[in-house]
């Protein structure tokens, strides 16, 4: 079947795209609309032309699978050459999400009309792109350089209320939109509306405007490319004229689409759709009906998790072990929306229809119609098994037993039940209602069907899943805890604590390690160690955070960690010292450590590391390690996450450098993975 189709009513020729799921802009569908937009235009009897699209959406954008590849003609920019040649009025009628090249085409028409739940935006910065059909001279033409500034560097979709306001949209409906847009045409050609093309426009601003839009975002978009050529490409709107301006976005666009970046970011963008993936679960898979669901405990992180369900709609069941307790959860929860209204981010309706649903108890008998319970309590697996069991006593058959451990073996939570099948992990991240990952955690008897419901329900509360097995840490935090290693051994060795933060913030990543530990507490990883034999971990890398937390600098809560803030944030001398009594205590000869060692030690430990993940089957895939440390602790988008920037670097050189390791750190924590080992080999 053709992706493109043509009808013709009376006079008004209706072009429809229809290239499942998103219609994007493939070259058989640039291919198509060439062809059906020459064949119309030449058409007597056809006096104006709609583009809509069937299916669930308006073009999504350019084919992104098409990207590095060789480019096939007729491209984005002909089709556009061919759109601005069409001398009869030219309709766009969209629906669903009309993203980068989507709207790029809309751009190109003369009239657009928008569903009222339909959306627009130019999302390329988030590829490591910028709009590259038009889109970086039109915008601007179309709704002043600010505005097209704030839609393009953002890359986020705007309503088609806002759309109508800044003047995109010409109409906005409800209802059903092909008759709408035969509709809105009949009159253009009854009131003899002219063709009106956007590259006729023109538009100028001030130089100040860029520079300060420069300066404003160079903190926003650290490290990121596109943002930046993207102010330079709107610019050029404001200085060129339509065609040379095109050029200017042409060139630019090539620059990027042939980066390293945009490559990792669309590695990225591929990557945490495949994380949903898993063999043997599909669509078809049955998963269970997720009504309401159950948090223990309302700590910050229970009251997270809340949170997220009471955001899509869901009644939440909030358990403490006492009303008081209770009453301090419900607080923080409301604490939490408070501050959100404050922001502007959600209306006070909002927050009070969140609120309504949530019920605080003190009674697991009240869980028993629940359908999934999410345990969030200490970090401790005698609680845990308690929790567990009293669960099992409690919920109907075919509830789903989830607990939040970030490390814990969940295969032994699960024998506290009767039900192993139905136990499984979510793990949140902090603040768990805004983390973007959830860890889903299988056990060796986790039922399909609760593996797909946990799936489902992500999507739901708009998080990305990833799945895991069951390991010390899984792929999050044992992969943390290579970096903390690293990063706690070199302050041993030598190194600062604002060199090894600098240089791995100049790395990319959000902050560096000791500032993280500082935010988190310290004390957290120190109570976790606590239970573990010292075989497990590193206990030298581990001793100065020991050492702070029994002296009280447990981090921010406590006003001092591994830095001090009382006068700004600056080194806790305290910290410095210790490292020197513990450097001494476990006969580590200090030195003068460099940048570079800082770097490839961290980064490396978590590309071995990640690659035993592999090996052993934790992950299932090389790409979902990727996602989990991307969206979970911030790895830089632009590098792709740790395995994506690995193969970049090359197999063969981070394995030399990892064997160099091995030979003088020793073989304990740097034996090559051997994944690594055969990967690096096949290169
Ligand atoms: N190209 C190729 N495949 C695409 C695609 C695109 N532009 N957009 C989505 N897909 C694929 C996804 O990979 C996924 O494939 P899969 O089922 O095999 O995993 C499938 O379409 C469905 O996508 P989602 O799972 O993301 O579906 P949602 O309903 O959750 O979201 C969406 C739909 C909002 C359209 C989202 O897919 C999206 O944001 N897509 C990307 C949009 C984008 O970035 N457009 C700009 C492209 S670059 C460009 O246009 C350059 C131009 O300026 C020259």
Redesign the pocket.
């Known amino acids: 079947m053709s992706v493109i189709s043509t009808e013709i009513n009376e006079n008004i020729a209706i072009v429809t795209v229809d290239n499942p799921?998103?219609n994007?802009?493939s070259h058989a569908v640039r291919n198509g609309l060439c062809d059906a937009l020459k064949d119309v235009s030449d058409k007597e009897d056809v006096q104006a032309i709609i583009i809509i699209c069937a299916g669930?959406?308006f073009c999504?954008?350019?084919?992104?699978?098409e990207f590095g590849k060789p480019p096939l003609t007729p491209t984005?920019p002909d089709l556009m050459d061919i759109m601005d040649g069409v001398s009869k009025p030219l309709v766009a009628a969209m629906h669903g999400?009309a993203?980068?090249?989507?709207f790029?085409v809309a751009m190109c028409c003369h009239y657009r009309i928008m569903d009222i739940n339909g959306k627009v935006g130019?999302?390329?910065v988030?590829?490591g792109?910028i709009?590259?059909?038009g889109?970086t001279q039109r915008l601007p033409r179309l709704i002043g350089p600010e505005a097209a500034l704030d839609m393009i560097c953002s890359g986020k979709p705007i309503t088609a209320k806002s759309a109508m306001d800044l003047g995109i949209a010409d109409h906005v409906r409800e209802g059903n939109l092909l008759e709408t847009a035969i509709d809105f045409t009949r009159n253009l050609l009854k009131d003899k509306k002219p063709v009106r093309r956007v590259s006729d426009l023109t538009c100028d601003a001030d130089n100040e405007i860029f520079e300060a839009y420069k300066t404003k975002s160079e903190r926003k978009f650290r490290g990121f490319l596109a943002p930046f050529a993207a102010i330079e490409a709107v610019k050029a709107s404001t200085e060129l004229c339509f065609k040379d301006g095109i050029k200017f976005e042409r060139e630019k666009?090539k620059e990027l689409v042939s980066s390293s970046q945009s490559k990792a970011q669309r590695h990225l963008?591929?990557a945490e759709?495949?994380a949903a993936?898993v063999p043997g679960i599909d669509k078809n898979t049955a998963s269970r009906d997720i009504e309401n669901v159950a948090v223990i405990g309302g700590g910050i992180m229970g009251c997270g998790i809340a949170i997220n369900f009471l955001n899509a709609g869901m009644p939440v069941t909030l358990l403490e072990i006492s009303a008081e307790a209770g009453a301090s959860a419900k607080q923080k929860i409301e604490d939490i929306y408070n501050s959100s209204v404050a922001k502007g981010r959600i209306s006070e309706e909002q927050m009070a229809r969140a609120i309504d649903l949530l019920t605080i108890s003190d009674c697991y008998d009240d869980l028993s119609a629940t359908d999934l319970v999410i345990e969030a309590v200490y970090e401790d697996m005698d609680i845990k098994k308690q929790v567990f069991e009293k669960l099992d006593q409690i919920l109907k058959p075919d509830a789903i037993l989830a607990t939040n451990t970030s490390f814990l073996d969940i295969d032994e939570i699960a024998t506290a039940t009767n039900r192993k099948g139905d136990v499984i992990g979510l793990h949140f991240f902090s603040p768990a209602h805004i983390m973007p990952l959830l860890e889903i955690i299988r056990t060796g008897n986790t039922e399909g069907d609760v593996i797909a419901t946990a799936f489902a329900l992500a999507r739901k509360i708009k998080k990305t899943a990833v799945l895991s097995g069951v390991c010390y840490g899984f792929i999050a935090n044992r992969m943390s805890s290579c970096y903390g290693r690293e990063a706690g051994l070199l302050l041993m060795e030598g190194a600062t604590i604002e060199q090894v933060d600098r240089v791995m913030y100049d790395f990319g990543m959000p902050m560096g390690m000791f500032s993280m530990l500082d935010m988190a507490g310290i004390d957290i990883g120190v109570m976790a160690r606590e239970n573990l034999s010292t075989d497990a971990y590193d206990e030298r890398a581990f001793s100065v955070h020991a050492a702070l937390v029994a002296e009280g600098h447990k981090g921010q809560k406590t006003g001092t960690g591994f830095y001090r803030y009382d006068d700004g944030k600056k080194p806790n001398p305290r910290a410095e010292e210790l490292a020197l009594e513990m450097a001494k205590k476990y006969s580590i000869t200090r030195r003068e450590i460099s940048d570079r060692e800082i770097e490839d030690r961290c980064v490396l430990a978590l590309v071995n590391e990640g690659y035993k993940i592999l090996e052993e089957g934790i992950a299932m895939k090389e790409s979902d390690i990727d996602v989990v440390y991307a969206l979970g602790f911030g790895f830089p988008r632009y590098k792709g996450g740790p395995m994506h920037y690995a193969r970049h670097l090359g197999l063969k050189k981070c394995l030399k450098k990892i064997e160099e390791f091995a030979e003088k750190h020793g073989e304990r924590w740097w034996s090559p993975s051997s994944l690594l080992i055969k990967l690096a080999k096949e290169e």
Not at 60 to 65: E, L, N, R, Y
Not at 99 to 102: E, K, N, P, R, S
Request: without cysteine; hydrophobic residues 45%; charged residues 15%.
């Open positions: 799921p998103v994007a802009l669930r959406t999504a954008g350019a084919d992104i699978s984005l999400t993203l980068g090249g989507g790029e130019l999302p390329e988030n590829l792109l709009p590259g059909a889109g666009f963008f591929f759709r495949a993936k």
